[in-house]
């Protein structure tokens, strides 16, 4: 039997170094999965959009596409953007069976990704214990993903760091920088500021511009095309796939 084709969904951005991250991220899963059809859309500013994408699909016969959003908490794009996209598209297109897949958080590889991004920016397992984490999200109004960003920010505090705090981009309260400030109103003598976001646009920008604002001494990269979150888009895929009893996702 074919494999359903895996439509990673990505929300679009006016900057060019998110759709080139996007692409890189899907040449990554590509890789990892030979023979595997990997298609990107875009909801907004980007091309090619979602519906385009299934519509030159269902034209070249196929039958199945896993619908994967390329978003780390389930918040209004997970919720109602990409559903209502699906539900139209499956409409106009009664022969393509569309299964949206989870998003891809929390997730342990996502914590690794962030990890390996961490170190890249020079710090050390060795450095944690004088050290001060940003845990830097994009925001959201959607109380479940605030929920999600404090309970990873609670889960690193295990994880040797002297303290760690969240913080957002928009939406939500702190911004970076007054996360950082209130680190080191602690006493916390070095901070770092990690961004759990997935590709440069405007809103990893405030980011870093936040922790520029507040003298961060490190700021990690995004997410980007990591190898961890290449395997994390497999898993979902995976699971969308064959999804547990009572739990399939068929979007109309």
């Known amino acids: 039997m074919t494999s359903p084709v895996l439509l990673v969904i990505a929300h679009g951005s006016r900057d060019p170094r998110h759709a080139a991250t996007v692409h890189a991220l899907t040449a990554r899963v590509r890789a990892l999965r030979p023979g595997l059809r990997v298609e990107t859309g875009?909801?907004?500013?980007?091309?090619?959009?979602?519906?385009?994408?299934?519509?030159?699909?269902?034209?070249?016969?196929?039958?199945?596409?896993?619908?994967?959003?390329?978003?780390?908490?389930?918040?209004?794009?997970?919720?109602?953007?990409?559903?209502?996209?699906?539900?139209?598209?499956?409409?106009?297109?009664?022969?393509?069976r569309v299964r949206q897949a989870e998003v891809l958080g929390p997730s342990?590889?996502?914590?690794?990704?962030?990890?390996?991004?961490?170190?890249?920016?020079?710090?050390?397992?060795?450095?944690?214990?004088?050290?001060?984490?940003?845990?830097?999200?994009?925001?959201?109004?959607?109380?479940?993903?605030?929920?999600?960003?404090?309970?990873?920010?609670?889960?690193?505090?295990?994880?040797?760091?002297?303290?760690?705090?969240?913080?957002?981009?928009?939406?939500?309260?702190?911004r970076t920088e007054?996360?950082?400030?209130?680190?080191?109103a602690e006493g916390v003598r070095r901070v770092a500021v990690a961004p759990y976001v997935i590709a440069p646009g405007r809103l990893p920008d405030r980011i870093a511009a936040g922790a520029a604002e507040a003298g961060a001494d490190v700021l990690a990269g995004v997410l980007g095309p990591s190898p961890e979150l290449a395997r994390l888009l497999l898993d979902r895929y995976d699971e969308a796939r064959v999804p547990a009893a009572g739990t399939a996702s068929l979007s109309a």
């Open 42 to 96: 875009f909801l907004d500013f980007n091309a090619p959009s979602v519906p385009r994408v299934l519509e030159r699909l269902d034209g070249q016969g196929a039958s199945e596409v896993v619908a994967l959003p390329l978003l780390l908490t389930r918040a209004f794009h997970a919720k109602s953007d990409i559903p209502a996209v699906l539900r139209e598209a499956r409409g106009r297109l009664p022969r393509l």
């Open 108 to 174: 342990p590889l996502l914590n690794s990704a962030l990890e390996r991004r961490l170190h890249e920016a020079g710090v050390r397992p060795g450095d944690r214990g004088s050290t001060g984490l940003v845990l830097a999200s994009a925001g959201s109004t959607d109380p479940e993903a605030i929920a999600v960003i404090a309970e990873i920010a609670r889960e690193l505090r295990h994880t040797g760091w002297c303290s760690v705090r969240p913080a957002f981009a928009s939406a939500s309260r702190p």
């Open 178 to 184: 007054d996360a950082v400030r209130a680190l080191r």
